[in-house]
């Protein structure tokens, strides 16, 4: 057992060596060696027993003479943050999102700024250790890792690259580079608990965030839609909260339907303090906070993925990775980039074929019921006849023509120019700033 008990006999004791653990941190001492031991297959605190031990600070249960009287309330609570205004300190966080939208990096992006305590998208952060478990493998962690430390040199040598910003200050930043069975707290999951003190240590900070990429890889021989399954994967979520007064983050996916958002049992989605959902697979990506139980929901941040060189293989060809690079360094959204011929004539077709559809609220498939965006919509081919009669990439014919067509639509909708619910669209909010008054469906240049 490497020195630890057996968890039915050892969580009041690591608890509460970690709880004072928590308070040498805050009064600036040092630890001794009689605080936390790993000697012997009794952690002893103080000297003491695990039960007296346990008595010394608050258990992980509510004791006698806590209720909380209505008329003692003289002031409102503070709680701590991580990423203030966006995740709470000690709290239950969820990225999710289709495979390839950019989740694991939105993820990466955040632990970074937390491991060094530097702003998050304008927003303050409060900082400390951060491990990341990289249950899908450590190979393209590793590799994202090295892309955000070349990116952050760079920075500091004065290129106008996007990033974190470099202070050459050690980074509390380390990687369990396996996957770790979270529904049974067996000996593997008793070393990373060991290895995560161990960390403390050797940083002298305190554990802060706990990433777990990807919660699916994380409860080996379970179901993500069995309620007993998510149950005990979230308890021992809450026990290394507990335990380390942290943030455990989850990285997880949708299902087929991702506007029934994460995939699983509902009962992560209650559990879930913050939950983020992360989307879009070309240039601009976007991350909705889906959820909050203390915070307002529904703020969306903005980013691409910038590909950045990181060295050569055996065949002497390019080894690629990505940094986030956010809309603005204020946080600001995303402006919206240029659009050429065939951009603006296809949003005057579907303005025209909007138009000729009449106000009559569309109905939008999945909704539940009649609903609509901005007035009116019209079906994807009735947009498509419109601009191709009006000329659209008239030189091109067949699958060239409709390839034209793909790209177009997809850069429409990728940016928000259009919004698309399954084979309805709808005219984007800033269309008609975006189009250029001067351009007619007729313009030649395509």
């Known amino acids: 057992m490497n020195g630890w008990l057996p968890v039915a006999k050892a969580e009041v004791s690591f608890r509460a060596i970690q709880r004072l653990k928590a308070m040498a941190f805050a009064e600036g001492q040092q630890q001794s060696e009689s605080v936390v031991?790993?000697?012997?297959?009794?952690?002893?605190?103080?000297?003491?027993?695990?039960?007296?031990?346990?008595?010394?600070v608050r258990p992980p249960y509510a004791p006698a003479g806590s209720l909380i009287w209505f008329d003692d309330i003289e002031s409102p609570a503070r709680p701590k943050y991580l990423i203030k205004g966006l995740i709470g300190a000690g709290t239950l966080a969820l990225v999710y999102g289709q495979s390839n939208t950019g989740k694991s990096f939105f993820a990466l992006d955040l632990a970074l700024h937390v491991a060094q305590e530097t702003e998050w998208n304008g927003r303050k952060v409060n900082g400390g250790l951060v491990v990341y478990i990289a249950a899908e493998g450590a190979h393209s962690v590793v590799n994202r890792l090295y892309a955000a430390k070349s990116?952050?040199?760079?920075h500091r040598n004065g290129s106008p690259i996007d990033s974190l910003a470099s202070s050459g200050e050690p980074v509390p930043f380390t990687v369990w580079p396996a996957a770790v069975n979270l529904l049974c707290r067996d000996d593997n999951f008793q070393c990373l608990m060991s290895e995560v003190e161990t960390a403390e240590r050797r940083a002298g900070r305190r554990l802060a965030l706990l990433?777990?990429?990807t919660l699916a890889r994380s409860m080996t021989g379970g179901s993500e839609n069995d309620g007993a399954d998510m149950g005990q994967l979230i308890q021992t979520a809450d026990y290394i909260r507990e335990a380390f007064d942290a943030t455990v983050m989850f990285i997880h996916h949708t299902g087929k339907d991702s506007s029934r958002g994460a995939r699983g049992h509902s009962s992560l989605r209650a559990a879930a303090d913050t939950e983020i959902a992360v989307a879009g697979t070309r240039t601009v990506r976007t991350a909705t906070v889906t959820k909050q139980?203390?915070?307002?929901?529904?703020?969306?941040?903005?980013?691409?993925?910038e590909?950045?060189?990181?060295?050569?293989d055996e065949d002497g060809e390019d080894i690629v990775s990505c940094v986030v690079k956010h809309a603005t360094d204020d946080g600001a959204t995303h402006s919206r980039p240029r659009l050429n011929g065939r951009h603006e004539l296809a949003l005057r077709a579907l303005k025209q074929a909007v138009s000729a559809a009449g106000k009559e609220p569309t109905p939008i498939p999945g909704a539940g019921k009649t609903s609509a965006v901005r007035d009116s919509g019209v079906t994807l081919s009735n947009w498509r006849d419109t601009a191709f009669s009006n000329g659209f990439a008239k030189e091109l014919s067949g699958s060239s023509r409709r390839g034209a067509w793909k790209r177009v639509l997809e850069f429409l909708v990728d940016h928000e120019f259009v919004e698309r619910h399954g084979d309805f669209v709808f005219i984007g909010e800033s269309v008609a700033d975006s189009v250029s008054p001067c351009l007619s469906v007729s313009e030649k240049r395509r």
């Open 37 to 56: 031991s790993h000697s012997s297959d009794t952690p002893v605190v103080g000297g003491g027993s695990p039960d007296e031990s346990a008595a010394d």
């Open 293 to 305: 139980r203390d915070l307002p929901t529904g703020e969306r941040t903005q980013f691409e993925l």
């Open 211 to 213: 990433v777990i990429d």
């Open 151 to 154: 990116v952050a040199n760079q």
């Open 307 to 312: 590909p950045i060189k990181i060295g050569v």
